[in-house]
Structures are given as structure tokens and as C-alpha cells.
């Protein structure tokens, strides 16, 4: 799935739009890689896909992985988890 998001809380000034790339399996819904693209923000996010990726997570525990929330730095709903849940969903269709 790619989800499209933003780097801090909307109604923070300076928030920028990065696009999430997840893939897993079908099966057994085990994280297989992730993209991300965007500006501020995007390290972070792309070494927690790497772990969840690295400890073969599934979508589901993405979904429930617990990322920080600050409003300068990111927003309620992280564009990684908003992923994942886009992605939860998917696989259960």
C-alpha cells in the first residue's frame, strides 16, 4: 500500500507531505520492505520500518507499534502506522 501523510501536526506550521510504502506478505501479513519519501521527518520513520521490518513484524503489530507523538515532530496518526493500518486492512479483504 502507499499512504500519503504529513510530517508534523496539521496545524503546525512548516508540516511537509511524505508518501509511505508498505509490503507484506499476504499470507501471513509479515512485513516484507518499506519506502518512504518526503522531507523532515523521514529518517526517523524509516529506521522504525527498518526494525519492525528487521524483527519480521506483521501489519498488525505496525499498526500497534507505539511511536512517539509531539506536535512539532509528528502528527496523531504517523503516516507509518496510518500505513500499516491501510495495509492491515487490505490483507483482511
Known amino acids: 500500500v502507499v499512504v500519503e501523510g504529513r510530517s508534523r501536526a496539521g ?3 512548516g508540516s511537509a507531505t511524505m508518501r509511505v ?3 507484506a506478505d499476504s499470507e ?3 512485513l516484507l520492505g518499506a ?3 518526503g522531507g523532515e521527518g523521514m529518517l526517523a520513520r524509516i529506521n522504525a520500518a527498518a526494525v519492525l521490518v528487521s524483527r519480521g513484524a506483521t501489519a ?3 499498526f500497534f507499534s507505539d511511536l512517539g507523538y509531539a506536535p512539532p515532530f509528528a502528527p496523531v496518526w ?4 496510518t ?3 491501510v ?3 487490505k490483507l483482511r479483504s
Do not use: F, H, M
Request: charged residues 25%.
Open 83 to 85: 500505513a500499516a493500518r
Open 78 to 81: 504517523d503516516p507509518l502506522i
Open 21 to 23: 510504502k508498505l509490503i
Open 35 to 37: 519506502q518512504i519519501v
Open 11 to 13: 496545524y503546525y506550521p
Open 60 to 62: 498488525r503489530e505496525a
Open 28 to 30: 501471513t501479513g509479515r
Open 87 to 89: 495495509l492491515l486492512g
